[in-house]
């Protein structure tokens, strides 16, 4: 286990106890969350470290990583899903023309890349599940580390994406300098995250089923990505909204077993409905420059 004696984003010393939540899926174990007393920013610690962490991955309900279609829960998952990628290439399709150069840090079993392979985009993608990795590998996926790719050239994408993998890294600040260096001048990273101050998160407490300590390191809101990358000097230049989130993540929050697909239902879209003035969906995807203006 690893204290952070000090804030990921700024660097404050001060933090004040936050939440206790418990890692329902694999340990059982409870993780407490600080908040910095300066910034404001939720990280768990103690964590366990980076040779630690691979423990707590184990589950086979570790569903990003699987691709079998068993439940209706799992199938009803994977048409989400579809749903999702499509959305997620859309939204990267308006913001950039042409054939782009894309590289998906934390790729999984490579199911974003091989979509946006097919709309003849050239792709390469990270992972660090070596079981997950093989997978994608399986599928003709080109993986490569950062390092790797930095030895030979830089400034090479157009887009760099993370889906909900910004907050399973331990070195923040020495990973997206990479990504940093990896980035073309006018490209864009975009970033996909739970938010910590959604309708959904402060409603289930330390119940959030999107606070998954210990593999959720970090607890982001609007303003703590905002932060963590102007000091990179990067600049968020939009925000959009992953609805599906938030009835998934109400309804792995809910502990009344009769009631929790209707509650998940209700709860979910009221978050959404909450979010429509604030942008303080569930879960946010942010497209992030590498040049600020
Ligand atoms: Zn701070």
Redesign the pocket.
């Given at each position: 286990m690893e204290l952070l004696n000090k804030?990921?984003?700024?660097?404050?010393k001060q933090s004040e106890n936050y939440l206790s939540a418990q890692d329902n899926l694999v340990s059982k174990d409870t993780f407490a969350i600080k908040k910095?007393s300066?910034?404001?920013?939720a990280f768990t610690s103690p964590r366990p470290d980076k040779d630690a962490i691979s423990d707590y991955y184990v589950s086979e309900d570790y569903i990003s990583h699987s691709e079998k279609k068993e439940s209706i829960f799992d199938r009803l998952y994977n048409i989400i899903r579809d749903r999702n990628i499509s959305y997620k290439l859309r939204l990267i399709s308006d913001f950039k023309k042409g054939n782009l150069s894309l590289y998906d840090y934390g790729c999984a079993v490579g199911v974003f890349l091989d979509k946006a392979s097919q709309k003849g985009w050239s792709v390469k993608g990270y992972e660090p599940s070596e079981k997950a990795k093989a997978i994608a590998v399986q599928s003709g996926i080109e993986i490569e580390t950062p390092d790797q790719i930095l030895s030979t050239e830089q400034n090479c994408f157009d887009v760099i994406t993370l889906w909900h993998v910004l907050e399973h890294i331990h070195d923040l600040d020495d990973t997206i300098q990479k990504l940093h260096s990896l980035l073309k001048d006018d490209g864009v990273l975009v970033v996909a995250v739970p938010i910590a101050d959604s309708w959904d998160a402060i409603k289930y407490k330390e119940n959030w089923a999107a606070l998954d300590v210990p593999r959720h390191l970090y607890h982001f809101t609007q303003s703590s990505i905002e932060k963590l990358f102007s000091k990179f000097g990067m600049k968020i230049t939009s925000v959009h909204p992953l609805k599906f989130d938030s009835y998934y993540i109400s309804l792995l929050s809910e502990k009344t077993p009769i009631f929790k697909y209707f509650a998940a239902l209700i709860n979910g879209w009221y978050s959404n409905y909450r979010a429509k003035r604030t942008l303080n969906y569930s879960s946010l995807i942010f497209f992030i420059q590498k040049n600020m203006e």
């Open positions: 804030c990921p984003i700024c660097s404050s910095c300066n910034c404001g920013f």
